[in-house]
């Protein structure tokens, strides 16, 4: 083998840092081009020693993924998160420096789900206390009333995954259902079947039973305090399957000992994996050590899409379940692709025809174009535009931020309607000068280069280009053939586009191989060439 093979054949490293199932593990170590390490529960200090080594690091709950860790992580490219939340992770930190954050968001939600019913249920009917009482040979139901379900009213905070699969079950219990969250549209309550709230406050006034299904943001830290549960029926039930902290605890302690909140059922609490709770011990509390995901079905859903997901990664794929890019449905990704090829091979273009350094890109969406996730073909484009120049990791992940820094403006527009052409327009903006270029996607998905700089093409991006301006006049496409073919340069496709009335012409070639700086000298000198460039996509 050798050196140059040996480069491409090097594998990524990848440290499973925390516990997920054996099928996540095995499905890691049956990439042929990753070396897996797993080393569960290794200590902080033994983490920043070897992390620098590795391009992946799988974690879960308890492994703060933070600046200390970046700092010694130079290759890492991507953290898997186990799991749902991310909230041990800095996310802006990991956008800066280009990593990708994913994470497993629908594979534990059915058994999150159900753990809500399940402490909702033994919360209501004090199951816990009776089983001690019971441990302790006491047999006595007096104090052990409870309530049934049937009838009430469920008030659920936040109406996503979660919420909403404990929406449906809770039907059958004959419950009424009343939810508010402020970022999902009316018709999604409408098909799950539950009555919008329009204020919190108007949640908390008529629930029984309260459960809250949000991600935790400084928005839903502390959501509800002693200030809440006094706007609350006396007696009502409450339960937390999602995050510690959403509910404030020492309120919600005393709000249990004033009588407001006749029982509580809590999976997450603050502080975690040794909690401090004033929850903990009290006779009206159920609470477990965040069991919401741990089902052998769900550990092995968990660990299978989280080793997925950090191979598509490692791969160069798109993921769906990225947390620091836009997101988007797997079918969605998938009709994207073609756009976001378009886009990288549009914004590399650039600077490998110009070396004044860009202030402004200016993008048009039209037609089908506009129609997709265009925040995303933008970043690509930046991607495309910045790789070349900078010598840090720019990828999908930062390319927005790097463009900032680097004082690019970037203007988005959109022009949609019938009988609009699909087509990307891309105007790159350096002083008083501009280079134009656009494209658009064919039925099948291929991006094509439909203009550059006002000249008018339909090329397939190939990896290796050449871009050839010159004077309008014959010969000049017999000269650079058989040049190219002096030079051992094998041309598989050419277009010529012309501007008669300037005498002007631009020539667009597809090679199967990097052309040296000789044969590209020879070129330029021709009689009739104004300049030919090297384009590598």
Same mark, same amino acid.
């Given at each position: 083998?050798?050196?140059?093979?040996?480069?491409?054949?090097?594998? $990524?490293?990848?440290?499973? +840092?925390?516990?997920?199932?054996?099928?996540?593990?095995?499905?890691?170590?049956?990439?042929?081009?990753?070396?897996?390490?797993?080393?569960?529960?290794?200590?902080?200090?033994?983490?920043?020693?070897?992390?620098?080594?590795?391009?992946?690091?799988?974690?879960?709950?308890?492994?703060?993924?933070?600046?200390? =860790?970046?700092?010694?992580?130079?290759?890492?490219?991507?953290?898997?998160?186990?799991?749902?939340?991310?909230?041990?992770?800095?996310?802006?930190?990991?956008?800066?420096?280009?990593?990708?954050?994913?994470?497993?968001?629908?594979?534990?939600?059915? *058994?999150?789900?159900?753990?809500?019913?399940?402490?909702?249920?033994?919360?209501?009917?004090?199951?816990?206390?009776?089983?001690?009482?019971?441990?302790?040979?006491?047999?006595?139901?007096?104090?052990?009333?409870?309530? %049934?379900?049937?009838?009430?009213?469920?008030?659920?905070?936040?109406?996503?995954?979660?919420? +909403?699969?404990?929406?449906?079950?809770?039907?059958?219990?004959?419950?009424?259902?009343?939810?508010?969250?402020?970022?999902?549209?009316?018709?999604?309550?409408?098909?799950?079947?539950?009555?919008?709230?329009?204020?919190?406050?108007?949640?908390?006034?008529?629930?029984?039973?309260?459960?809250?299904?949000?991600?935790?943001?400084?928005?839903?830290?502390?959501? =509800?305090?002693?200030?809440?549960? +006094?706007?609350?029926?006396?007696?009502?039930?409450?339960?937390?399957?999602?995050?510690?902290?959403?509910?404030?605890?020492?309120?919600?302690?005393?709000?249990? $000992?004033?009588?407001?909140?006749?029982?509580?059922?809590?999976?997450?609490?603050?502080?975690?994996? $040794?909690?401090?709770?004033?929850?903990?011990?009290?006779?009206?509390?159920?609470?477990?050590?965040?069991?919401?995901?741990?089902?052998?079905?769900?550990?092995?859903?968990?660990?299978?899409?989280?080793?997925?997901?950090? #191979?598509?990664?490692?791969?160069?794929?798109?993921?769906?379940?990225?947390?620091?890019?836009?997101?988007?449905?797997?079918?969605?990704?998938?009709?994207?692709?073609?756009?976001?090829?378009?886009?990288?091979?549009?914004?590399?273009?650039?600077?490998?025809?110009?070396?004044?350094?860009?202030?402004?890109?200016?993008?048009?969406?039209?037609?089908?174009?506009?129609?997709?996730?265009?925040?995303?073909?933008?970043? *690509?484009?930046?991607?495309?535009?910045?790789?070349?120049?900078?010598? %840090?990791? @720019?990828?999908?992940?930062? +390319?927005?931020?790097?463009?900032?820094?680097?004082?690019?403006?970037?203007?988005?527009?959109?022009?949609?309607?019938?009988?609009?052409?699909?087509?990307?327009?891309?105007?790159?903006?350096?002083?008083? $000068? *501009?280079?134009?270029?656009?494209?658009?996607?064919?039925?099948?998905?291929?991006?094509?280069?439909?203009?550059?700089?006002?000249?008018?093409?339909?090329?397939?991006?190939?990896?290796?280009?050449?871009?050839?301006?010159?004077?309008?006049?014959?010969?000049?496409?017999?000269? #650079?053939?058989?040049?190219?073919?002096?030079?051992?340069?094998? #041309?598989?496709?050419?277009?010529?586009?012309?501007?008669?009335?300037?005498?002007?012409?631009?020539?667009?070639?597809? @090679?199967?191989? =990097?052309?040296?700086?000789?044969?590209?000298? #020879?070129?330029?000198?021709?009689?009739?060439?104004?300049?030919?460039?090297? @384009?590598?996509?």
């Amino acid at each position: 083998m050798n050196q140059q093979e040996g480069t491409i054949m090097e594998k $990524k490293r990848v440290l499973v +840092a925390e516990r997920i199932s054996d099928k996540g593990v095995e499905k890691l170590k049956a990439e042929a081009n990753l070396d897996v390490t797993v080393q569960f529960d290794i200590k902080r200090d033994e983490l920043l020693k070897v992390i620098g080594g590795y391009d992946a690091l799988v974690v879960r709950s308890v492994t703060k993924v933070n600046e200390e =860790l970046y700092d010694a992580a130079k290759k890492l490219k991507v953290v898997g998160r186990a799991g749902n939340g991310v909230d041990n992770i800095d996310i802006d930190g990991a956008t800066k420096r280009g990593i990708i954050v994913v994470n497993t968001p629908e594979a534990n939600v059915i *058994s999150a789900a159900e753990h809500t019913i399940g402490l909702m249920l033994a919360s209501c009917r004090n199951t816990v206390r009776a089983n001690k009482m019971l441990e302790e040979g006491i047999w006595e139901r007096k104090d052990l009333k409870g309530i %049934e379900l049937y009838h009430k009213t469920l008030g659920i905070i936040g109406l996503g995954r979660i919420g +909403a699969l404990v929406a449906k079950r809770m039907h059958a219990f004959d419950m009424r259902g009343i939810a508010y969250d402020p970022y999902i549209p009316d018709s999604r309550f409408q098909r799950l079947g539950v009555e919008k709230c329009e204020t919190l406050d108007d949640l908390l006034k008529q629930s029984d039973i309260i459960t809250i299904h949000t991600p935790k943001t400084e928005e839903t830290i502390n959501m =509800l305090t002693a200030k809440e549960w +006094a706007k609350c029926k006396k007696g009502v039930r409450v339960v937390n399957c999602a995050r510690g902290g959403l509910y404030n605890e020492q309120d919600l302690a005393e709000a249990v $000992k004033q009588g407001i909140v006749a029982s509580v059922g809590l999976d997450v609490v603050v502080d975690e994996p $040794k909690p401090i709770s004033p929850l903990i011990g009290m006779p009206q509390c159920v609470v477990t050590p965040h069991l919401g995901a741990s089902t052998f079905e769900a550990q092995d859903k968990v660990g299978l899409a989280i080793a997925e997901e950090v #191979i598509n990664v490692l791969n160069g794929k798109m993921v769906p379940n990225a947390v620091n890019l836009p997101a988007i449905a797997a079918t969605e990704l998938e009709d994207l692709r073609g756009y976001l090829r378009l886009g990288e091979a549009l914004g590399k273009l650039y600077y490998q025809l110009t070396k004044d350094p860009i202030d402004r890109l200016d993008i048009i969406y039209e037609g089908a174009a506009a129609q997709q996730e265009t925040q995303m073909i933008t970043r *690509s484009i930046l991607q495309g535009l910045l790789t070349p120049v900078l010598r %840090e990791r @720019v990828n999908m992940v930062n +390319a927005e931020l790097a463009a900032e820094t680097r004082g690019i403006t970037v203007t988005e527009g959109k022009v949609k309607g019938e009988g609009r052409m699909n087509r990307i327009q891309l105007r790159f903006g350096a002083g008083d $000068k *501009s280079v134009t270029a656009a494209g658009m996607v064919s039925p099948d998905n291929q991006p094509h280069i439909t203009e550059l700089n006002g000249y008018h093409f339909d090329v397939i991006p190939a990896p290796y280009m050449i871009v050839a301006r010159n004077d309008d006049k014959p010969g000049m496409i017999g000269q #650079i053939g058989t040049l190219f073919g002096a030079g051992h340069v094998n #041309i598989a496709t050419m277009q010529v586009s012309r501007k008669k009335e300037e005498g002007a012409a631009m020539m667009v070639l597809t @090679v199967d191989s =990097l052309v040296d700086k000789a044969t590209l000298d #020879i070129v330029r000198n021709l009689d009739g060439i104004v300049d030919a460039r090297m @384009v590598r996509l």
